[in-house]
C-alpha cells in the first residue's frame, strides 16, 4: 500500500491505528511528554506510524517538537545510540515510542543500562513482535501486535484467488487492524 494506492489490491497493516492504541495507552496511564524514535520516513510503513502518532497527539492538543523524535532507527545498533538523545533531552519525556521492534529492543537495553527502570522511570511501547534472541529475556515489552504471518498469508491468498476469480470486482483491499499487548514497560507517569 502507498500513499495513492486506489488503483490496485493490496493487503496491508494499520500502521496509523497501531501508533493511535499506544498513545491512547499511554495518555490513559498519565503521560504528557513523548518522545518518538523512528526509522526513516521514507519507509512507508514508518511514514504511516509517525502519521498516526502524531495526529494522536494533536486529537488531544499536544505535540512532540522535532526535538524530541530521533530518526534513522532500525536496528538494535542504532536504538542504543537512540537512547544518548533521549537521555539529553529537557525535560526528559516520560513516555518513548518505538515505530520497529529491532530499535526497540537497542531503546529499552540502552535505557537499562543507563540505570532507568523501564515501566517506571520511562515507559516505552515498541511496533512489532520482541524477537526470542534478545537481550530483554523474562521483559515482557509492551507491543503494538500485528496479526500474524499464518492469517496474513491467508488473507493474501484469498486476495490472490479474489483477483484472478473476479478481476473485475477490484480492486481489493484489506486493512489488518494491530493490537497492544501489555507488557512491564509501560506504567503510570512519573
Given amino acids: ?3 495513492a494506492c ?6 496491508d ?27 526513516p520516513l521514507e519507509l512507508n510503513f514508518a511514514f504511516q506510524r ?17 526535538h524530541y523524535r530521533v530518526g534513522d532507527v532500525q536496528d538494535r545498533r542504532s536504538g542504543l545510540q537512540a537512547v544518548q538523545v533521549l537521555l539529553a533531552m529537557h525535560p526528559r519525556p516520560t513516555a518513548v515510542l518505538v515505530d ?11 535505557l537499562m543500562d543507563a540505570g ?11 511496533h512489532g513482535d520482541i524477537p526470542q534472541d534478545t537481550l530483554l529475556t523474562g521483559m515482557p515489552v509492551t507491543t503494538v501486535t500485528q496479526p500474524t504471518p499464518h492469517t496474513t ?10 483477483v484472478l476469480h473476479a478481476p473485475d470486482e477490484g480492486p481489493y483491499h484489506v486493512l489488518r487492524q494491530p493490537g497492544l499487548q501489555l507488557g512491564t514497560t509501560t506504567g503510570p507517569a512519573p
Avoid: K
Avoid at 496509523?16 to 526509522?39: I, N
Avoid at 509517525?50 to 522535532?66: E, I, K, S, T
Avoid at 523501564?118 to 515507559?123: A, H, T
Avoid at 498469508?153 to 479474489?162: P, R
Fill in 6 to 11: 486506489d488503483a490496485y489490491s493490496w493487503v
Fill in 50 to 66: 509517525h502519521r498516526g502518532f502524531m495526529a494522536a497527539l494533536q486529537a488531544r492538543n499536544l505535540d512532540c517538537p522535532a
Fill in 153 to 162: 498469508g491467508e488473507a493474501l491468498a484469498d486476495m490472490v484467488f479474489q
Fill in 100 to 110: 520497529n521492534n529491532l530499535g526497540g529492543v537497542g531503546v529499552i537495553r540502552g
Fill in 1 to 3: 500500500r502507498t500513499h
Fill in 13 to 39: 497493516f494499520d500502521n496509523d491505528m497501531g501508533s493511535r492504541l499506544a498513545v491512547e495507552h499511554l495518555l490513559a496511564l498519565g503521560h504528557t511528554r513523548f518522545a518518538y524514535v523512528h526509522a
Fill in 116 to 126: 532507568l527502570r523501564v515501566g517506571q522511570d520511562i515507559s516505552v511501547v515498541v
